[in-house]
């Protein structure tokens, strides 16, 4: 049986305030979210499973592969004016072991393909 890593885990507690937040984002993506989910939902992106508003701690990323230790996070217009929020985020989800993959808004609605093609290369030096 094999060892689950508990550092990624959100403990209980968090987790039911974290909770409604998750159902909301999930019920109610930007556009940009709603179009790469399409793309990456039902494992369409090399077999692997992703998950959409996946908590990690105390932070909700936006895409998830366990697999591929990938997290995949689409910036809106706000992410400008919260850059220390963003790079503390980025430094603890990397202290996990995962790979950050970021793309603007504008990225992800004006060229889904160069994302998609952005990301597997990605999961094709990590798998």
């Excluded at 992106?45 to 998830?64: C, E, K, T």
């Excluded at 996070?73 to 790979?99: A, N, T």
Aim: glycine residues 2%.
């Amino acid at each position: 049986m094999r060892k689950q890593d508990k550092r990624w885990q959100t403990d209980a507690e968090l987790w039911e305030k974290l909770r409604p937040i998750v159902r909301e984002k999930r019920h109610e993506p930007t556009e940009a979210e709603n179009m790469l989910w399409q793309r990456l939902r039902r494992h369409q992106l090399r077999g692997l499973s992703f998950r959409r508003q996946h908590s990690i701690g105390q932070f909700i990323v936006d895409f998830y592969c366990k697999k591929a230790k990938l997290v995949i996070e689409v910036d809106g217009l706000i992410h400008q004016y919260q850059e220390e929020e963003d790079s503390i985020r980025q430094q603890y989800l990397e202290s996990l072991e995962l790979k950050v993959l970021r793309f603007s808004n504008d990225t992800v609605l004006n060229n889904v393909d160069e994302a998609i093609k952005q990301i597997e290369s990605c999961l094709h030096r990590t798998i």
